[in-house]
């Protein structure tokens, strides 16, 4: 993985850019970005599954040092987590090419847009993420499915936890 970092208002000159970052993930392919944002996505589940044990813990009075920093440690990995992927999307969907190039044409294929439906899904539903990254992702998620004609990414960027329960996967 590569990080590059880019000014704003290069990023942004692409009328096809989605997303202006300041600094995004270039991989070798997508293959491989594919394969770290399910490895970020299942961290997410994990430590979302812990926080939410930690609250169900404390709730029952059961309190100590130990559960606390396992919550803040949880949180801190999902904003890590998040952010990661968040870096990963330009690439992902042909924004910038695999040396950091500011593409004026996105590749957006239905492959790239499949790649990412399970990770945007995990980040608009966790409970303990930032308010701003779950309408990202229902952003992000609305974005595929106008690019590659992917009537999940709509969906899912749809759904309501009414519809789903205590599942965010």
Same mark, same amino acid.
């Given at each position: 993985?590569?990080?590059?970092?880019t000014s704003l208002d290069q990023a942004s000159k692409n009328g096809n850019a989605i997303f202006s970052l300041y600094s995004f993930d270039c991989y070798?392919?997508?293959?491989?970005?594919?394969?770290?944002?399910?490895?970020?996505?299942?961290?997410?589940?994990?430590? @979302?599954?812990?926080?939410?044990?930690?609250?169900?813990?404390?709730?029952?009075?059961?309190?100590? $040092?130990?559960?606390?920093? !396992?919550?803040?440690?949880?949180?801190? #990995?999902?904003?890590?987590?998040?952010?990661?992927?968040?870096? !990963?999307?330009?690439?992902?969907?042909?924004?910038?090419?695999?040396?950091?190039?500011?593409?004026? $044409?996105? @590749?957006?294929?239905? #492959? !790239? &847009?499949?790649?990412?439906?399970?990770?945007?899904?995990?980040?608009?539903?966790?409970?303990?993420?930032?308010?701003?990254?779950?309408?990202?992702?229902? $952003?992000?998620?609305?974005?595929? &499915?106008?690019?590659?004609? #992917?009537?999940?990414?709509?969906?899912?960027?749809?759904?309501?936890?009414?519809?789903?329960?205590?599942?965010?996967?």
């Open positions: 993985i590569n990080r590059m970092t070798q392919d997508l293959w491989a970005a594919c394969v770290w944002n399910t490895y970020r996505a299942a961290r997410i589940v994990l430590r @979302d599954t812990i926080s939410e044990c930690v609250e169900v813990s404390a709730s029952s009075g059961i309190t100590n $040092e130990s559960l606390s920093d !396992s919550s803040f440690k949880s949180m801190v #990995l999902i904003e890590a987590m998040i952010q990661d992927i968040r870096a !990963s999307v330009p690439f992902v969907l042909g924004q910038v090419d695999s040396l950091g190039n500011v593409q004026t $044409e996105g @590749d957006s294929t239905a #492959l !790239s &847009g499949q790649s990412l439906l399970w990770p945007m899904n995990i980040i608009h539903k966790t409970k303990h993420a930032d308010a701003s990254h779950n309408i990202w992702a229902s $952003e992000v998620l609305i974005e595929i &499915g106008r690019r590659t004609g #992917l009537m999940r990414a709509m969906a899912l960027a749809n759904r309501t936890p009414s519809m789903e329960g205590n599942i965010m996967w």
